[in-house]
Each structure stands twice: as structure tokens, then as C-alpha cells.
């Protein structure tokens, strides 16, 4: 068993002291030192160090920092079902927006107490080009011409996809002058690019009729996109 020199007997700065045993005496004060990378990560998040849970959905949680020489390690959360996939890695869903308590414990030491905020996912929106704005230039567009779906402030890493749309061109006036039939994907096809090219200033491309999917989820209509053109 280790003990530790009363703080009273500890030599002051003035004293005939080792750089070696002074290191060795801080060490044995403060072993939370040793463990201070254990943490919980999101790994279902953009941002993998977010305190952010996810209503409805599966979040995938790693536990970073294990004293894998601990013989016993619990893992629990204050509401929501608790699964474990592997290793230290978890599943947690969770159905109410109330914080989540995430608590993690070694050897029956409590070595880890986190709260989470829950929030929950936002209805997902098309955007061009890789953009989040909807005033856009003909050279924006022609870089990257594509739809993609984001979560309007949401940090949950989603795996959305377009796969169709129709697309109109509508002028400074207001008055359609183009329509272009089905686009299967989420690229414009070449002969929308080349109507693209002639745009002005205040011209707008309207995509309807947007669809998307994801690996776990069903097709579901995305809002109507309007472009203005810059």
C-alpha cells in the first residue's frame, strides 16, 4: 500500500529536494492525472466531442481512456435504452428531449459522470452546389453541380441522398422559360449546366419534386429548392 508524506512534512522550495522525488510525490497526490483521456464520444455526431444525444435515433457512442486492468467496468445513462455493440463501443436511443446523465465506472469507482443535452433532428432540406446559401453565381453552380441534404443547425452525421428532382429556369420577371424533365441522382445533367451558362443576375432555378433516401430510412419528399442567381 502506498502512503503518502503528510502535506506538514513535505519540503519547502528552499530545501535539499531531488527534481526525481518531487515528480514522484505529485504524482502520488494526484493520480487523477493518469486518467484524465476518458471520455465519452458521439460518434454519430460531425463533431465527435458534442455533449449532444439524438431523439428517435441510434446514437453510436465510444468510451475512450479504459483502465483496461480493470476487472469490472459498468456503463449506465440516466433514461433511454442502452445497448453495448462492442469493446467500448454502445448504442443509445433515447425518446425524450430531458438531459442524459452518462455515467461509467471501474472497479465500482465512478471514474466518468457526463450530461448530455437531447435534441432532437430537424426535417431535412436540399441545398446547391454544397452550399448553404440560396443566392448563388453561374461559376458556384458550375464547380460543384450537384443537390446535397443537410440538417438546418443540427450536428447529427446524417447519410442522406438525393435521387431525383425536376428542375425549372425562371427569369428576373418572374416568367418560366425552361422546364427539364426527370433527373435520376443528385448531379444536374449537362443540358441544365448549359442552360445554367446563360443566366443573369436575378434569374432563379427552382428543383421540385425532390427526392431523397438513406441506408435506414425510407424516400421521403424533400422541400422545394430556389435558387437566385447572382
Known sequence: MLKVRSLANLPTVGSNISMKSTLSIIVIIFPTIIFGQLKFNNLS????????????????????????KASKTVFNISHGELSKVSGNKYLIRVNSTKPDTLKFYQDNRLSLIEVFSVKTIPFPIARLAGN?????SV???????????????????HYFQIISFDTKIINANGDTTSIFGRTNGNFLPKELLFAIEKLNPKDKLLFEAINATCPDCRNIRLPSLLISIK
Open 45 to 68: 455526431t460531425k463533431v465527435f466531442d458534442n455533449k449532444e444525444l439524438f431523439v428517435g435515433v441510434e446514437n453510436y457512442i465510444e468510451i475512450t481512456g479504459i483502465d483496461y
Open 139 to 157: 461559376s458556384q453552380i458550375k464547380i460543384n453541380p450537384f443537390l446535397s441534404v443537410i440538417l438546418p443547425s443540427c450536428n447529427f452525421r
Open 132 to 136: 448553404s446559401d440560396t443566392l448563388l
